[in-house]
């Protein structure tokens, strides 16, 4: 299993994988505009044949404050680690960055709560993040859990 930055040909296959999780609820979804826009923040593990199984990005915010976001690994890997090997290089990533406050909103806080992320008001959080938000089909009745990590 290789880690490694993402590039433009794997934008359609990412896209599908986060178009998966999201039609089951499990996680927000993303525009193909928005992944070509944001292309840098994404990382992908590929399998041993090369093929994508998973893909996470790391969102710089604001001033020493970065968002996991978009983290999703095909089910057929799914409780191998692979997952939280995308945290930490994600996190790994911010800290190159110099940045030491990592944050994520989501469905699945247990899994983050095992990684040292620990649950926060999102009103602790700069409203500059919120900016995505409106764009999202939830607006204004977020139901994605807060939790931070300082590292």
């Known amino acids: ?42 990382a992908v593990i590929e399998n041993g044949e090369g093929d994508i199984i ?32 995308l945290v930490e290089y994600c996190i ?8 030491y406050r990592v944050f994520t909103l989501t469905y699945q806080p247990e899994f983050f709560k095992k990684l040292g992320f620990k649950e926060v008001d999102k009103s602790a959080l700069p409203h500059k993040i919120w900016a995505d938000c409106v764009k999202c089909p939830k607006f204004p009745e977020c139901d994605e859990t807060a939790l931070l990590i300082e590292v």
Not at 12 to 34: T, V
Not at 92 to 99: E, M, R, V
């Open 54 to 85: 998973a893909v996470a990005a790391l969102h710089v915010c604001w001033e020493n404050l970065a968002e996991v976001r978009s983290l999703a690994v095909r089910e057929d890997f799914q409780g191998s680690g692979i997952g939280r090997s």
């Open 92 to 99: 790994s990533d911010a800290k190159a960055l110099g940045i």
């Open 1 to 42: 299993m290789k880690i490694r930055k993402a590039k433009i040909w794997d934008v359609k296959f990412i896209h599908g994988l986060l178009s998966h999780f999201a039609d089951k609820g499990l996680l927000l979804p993303r525009s193909l505009s928005d992944l070509y826009d944001h292309l840098r923040d994404y």
